[in-house]
């Protein structure tokens, strides 16, 4: 559980030089103080074999700078071939920017959804491809139409069949244009 390795890229997401970290305990540096034991018997538990390790793909954690700050972050662990104590490789990415871009994405998309749910009119999204499959309606849709939202959806041609036999030529050719 020792640093063996302390890259640049380390340096500058967790604050310590690689002279700082080199020998230290890795958990010491990166996981915040209350989560330590849980890694720690965790790791205890992957050596005694009694428990695997997620490995070779990434786990999201909360890793900690040297100031105390917390961030989300992914990590990659590996073990590298060897005899004697397993070596582990980690590669470890902050993912604090994109968590923060995905919080203000969801509170746009609340904000949308409360803006059209109470719009008097039905609101329609579809994808610009050849069926203009769709991706969001309204609500009202069920009040106006008879159907509700998620049976609207299901259904990528119930606009098509909806149309007004004398409007149905003249709105699928402006659509298609």
């Known amino acids: 559980g020792r640093v063996q390795a302390w890259n640049r890229s380390a340096e500058e ?3 310590y030089s690689q002279a700082e970290a080199l020998g230290r305990p890795m958990a010491a540096l990166i996981i915040p103080p209350e989560s330590r034991a849980e ?4 790791m205890a538990r992957y050596l005694a074999g009694s428990e695997p390790v997620s490995l070779n793909h990434p786990n999201e954690i909360v890793a900690m700078h040297r100031d105390g700050r917390r961030f989300a972050a992914t990590l990659t662990g590996t073990v590298l071939p060897g005899d004697g104590a397993p070596l582990f490789l980690g590669a470890i990415r902050d993912i604090s920017l994109q968590r923060e871009v995905e919080k203000a994405r969801d509170k746009i998309e609340a904000q949308f ?8 009119v039905v609101v329609f999204i579809d994808a610009a491809d050849a069926h203009f499959t769709p991706l969001y309606v309204s609500a009202q ?3 106006l139409l008879g159907y509700t939202p998620a049976e609207w959806l299901a259904d990528p041609d119930l606009w098509v069949k909806r149309l007004h ?9 402006e ?3």
Do not use: C, Q, T, Y
Not at 39 to 42: A, D, K, T, V
Not at 113 to 120: A, D, F, K, T, W
């Open 39 to 42: 890694h720690e018997l965790g």
């Open 165 to 173: 036999p004398d409007d149905k030529a003249f709105v699928l050719r």
């Open 13 to 15: 997401m967790f604050g």
């Open 113 to 120: 959804r409360s803006l059209v749910e109470h719009l008097p």
């Open 175 to 177: 659509a298609m244009a």
């Open 141 to 143: 849709i069920e009040a």
